[in-house]
């Protein structure tokens, strides 16, 4: 087995970071944050990630 020098690794680790980094930005996009959004887009995207609670309180 060859081993990698450390360039390369170091390579491989930014490489995978910016692989996640742009997945998880992605995923956490929210409209309602969104102000090209139009409102009422904005609003049943905050009301679906409230809990019953938060909507009663």
Do not use: H
């Not at 910016?18 to 309602?32: C, D, G, K, N």
Request: proline share 5%.
């Amino acid at each position: 087995m060859e081993r990698f020098s450390m360039p390369i690794m170091i390579g491989f680790v930014v490489v995978l970071l910016s692989l996640w980094v742009s997945i998880t930005e992605e995923a956490e996009y929210m409209q309602y944050k969104d102000p090209k959004q139009p409102l009422n887009v904005r609003i049943n995207d905050l009301m679906k990630r409230m809990m019953v609670e938060v909507k009663i309180g």
